[in-house]
């Protein structure tokens, strides 16, 4: 959070806030069986107000992960950005706060499984929960951060050129 909150304090009002789905993963979005074109985006029971770049982390989150190796898979990575930002353009200041933004949704979404278990379940450990995993595992090797940054390079100076 520290991270985070220091990036985003030297960005300044760069930054845009709206609602927040929080939970964007494959169950979520209402398809065309034809086409696989994506027609609605389903339960808004975790939408909140906050920073838009969340949505991006979470999207990576969910899509981009590499379950075996609790990583994120940076060609997934790659698709996943090139497709957002040639929809709505994704800013510098929302890219530079993406891996700390990626790192406060494993933290949180692990925060919000372990605690309620931790009170009502005396059996419970830690390393049941694969969020708390994935958020070890990307804290612990941040090789991942130097990748995704250049990966939003790449994709911005694409679109300038285009």
């Known amino acids: 959070m520290e991270r985070f909150e220091t990036a ?7 930054l845009n806030e709206g ?4 939970d964007l993963h494959r169950e979520n979005f209402l398809k065309n069986a034809k086409t696989g074109q ?19 982390a979470v999207l990576l989150g969910y899509w981009a992960i590499d379950r075996d190796k609790a990583n994120l898979d940076m060609e997934k990575c790659r698709q996943l950005l090139s497709a957002y930002n040639d929809t ?11 891996p700390h933004a990626v790192l406060l949704y494993f933290a949180t979404d692990a925060t919000g499984y372990i605690l309620p278990r931790l ?3 005396q059996s419970f450990t830690i390393a049941q929960c694969n ?7 990307l804290r612990e ?12 390079a ?9």
Request: hydrophobic share 40%; aromatic share 8%; charged share 25%.
């Open 8 to 14: 985003r304090v030297q960005i300044g009002d760069e």
């Open 19 to 22: 609602i927040i789905h929080h």
């Open 38 to 56: 994506i027609k609605a985006i389903l339960d808004f029971s975790e939408a909140h107000q906050g920073y838009l770049v969340f949505d991006l």
């Open 88 to 98: 709505k353009p994704i800013t510098k200041a929302h890219m530079r706060l993406l």
């Open 119 to 121: 009170r009502h379940t």
């Open 131 to 137: 969020m708390y995993e994935r958020f070890k595992t």
């Open 141 to 152: 090797n941040r090789s991942w951060i130097a990748e995704l940054s250049t990966i939003a």
């Open 154 to 162: 790449d994709i911005m100076s694409s679109k300038a050129h285009c």
